[in-house]
């Protein structure tokens, strides 16, 4: 596979940096893929732009950072802010609709997806928007299977919010496959 | 059966590594970014009849683990450098009493306080002589997670072995990442136990006598026999002299025993040397930046190699001279100022050509970093 880095921005609490470990976590476990994953600490974690790295690929990764990811995730106005100039020429750019308001094109495809609202109205819940955008980046760049991400959940979510999470991923995957070129 | 695999942070890499060398006593006081390492131990100790104990801070630490070893505990903690700064006094009582021991340095920013959540490798100095008085210390470290295990159970190896402290030096970088860790199966790597003694009850036990291969033999303090442990000078039994001969016949013995084997003690990887008109150097995560560049750049055509060092200290020259002594320039990549740089220029044959690839400002160095600097190096300018 071409070696794929991505990067998820957002705020503290939407849950991005728990997105990447999940993404990440699947493609080692369940797909016998090689990939890190990073994150920014301190200050600038707590409020402000939050960030983590991810590489998926299926040879040796050995530089764990992103300094220019084929794919960009954005879930609030000032992670895109802050880092929509370093997407990779070419790549994916995802951001949420209701959060982020694209100013300007950058030389990716950009797709915005109403994920959040979606989440509220059909689950009411939106501490799954995370898994919600997982699901959308699944159907809109094949990077892992979606029942790799299922057995990830199904190790680390409690049984009861399990179901909840499996709605999530799905609506996610449907949003992302009305946005397919 | 197929073995476990697991997705976690280095910290945790080191933590079931040290498990499974058989860690069995852990006393610490939390610091970023070697928090997790407590942390996961604070749930894992105890379910395996382990000991976890949080201190009022890292001088307790390390003074508790000391104890505990002696009563015949394998026995860890893990600080940053701030924790590090305030157990110097005790990590030079377990040299001079041979405690065996595992302490773990995860680097930050310094001096001081200094940047808590970036990345540094500023401690490699004081890993070597941050305690007073002449000693020899053993430093490991490592840049992957599969690595920080298996120099985990090393780290404990050597200490029961030699009888000293040993240092793992990490960085923020290779502790806080997430990647791949397959655990070795039980038995898959070499273990080493406490050597204990053959001495019975009711005969004298010499605890400062060694055995003719060197050896010290323990006998579990608090046990059958009475003996004296002291950070001053001692005897072979283990009381404080002023006689010269013992004063002398302990220094070399607490230097040798470790500086005499810098040959074996040495662990390190090689990448692309055979051909390599640049050789670099580096360690812990650094190596990861360099083995990125090496591998970059050997798909264009230019002929890089890397040596990767595990072995810090005792510094390992001989694999430093004869690996760069066909290089054009060998240039040392760490995140400080220079920390093993004189080393390295100490060891080879054209020390005129050993030079840095540095980043100091708590940003992890890229591999356009330390190839920048090498165009320069090279005199083909930016």
Redesign the interface.
Known sequence: MERCRLVFSGSGGQGVITAA?IL??AA??HEGL??????S???E?RGGATRSDVIIADTP?????V?QPNVLVCLTQEAYNKFSGIIRPGGLLLTDSRYVKTQRKVDALQRELPMYRSVLETIGKPIVFNICMLGALLSLTDLVRPESILKVLESRVPADFLEMNRKALELGMRLGESARV | MGKT???VQGNEACVEGALYAGLNFYAGYPI??STEIAELLSLKLPQRGGKFIQMEDEIASLCAIIGASLTGCKVMTATSGPGFSLMQEALGYAVMAEIPCVIVDVQRGGPSTGI???VSQGDVNQARWGTHGDHAIITLTASNHQDVFAITVEAFNLSETYRTPVILLFD??VA?????LVLPEPGELHTVERLKTAVKEGVDYHPYLPREDGRLPMSDFGGVHRYNVTGLVHDMWGFPSTEPRVVHGLLRHLVDKIENRAHELARFKEFHLDDADIVLIAYGSSA??A??LV?ERRRRGERLGLLELQTLWPFPADVVRTRCSRARAVVVVEMNMGQLLPSVKLAVERPDRVFLANRIDGV?I???DIHNILRIIQGKGV
């Open positions: 470990i990440a976590e080692v476990l090689n990939a890190v994953q990073s994150q600490y301190g200050a974690a990764i050995y530089y764990p950072k300094l | 695999v697991r997705f970023t970014p808590p959540t970036h923020e970088v806080h990442m997430r990647e791949k990861r930046s083995l990125h591998e992890f890229t591999p356009a």
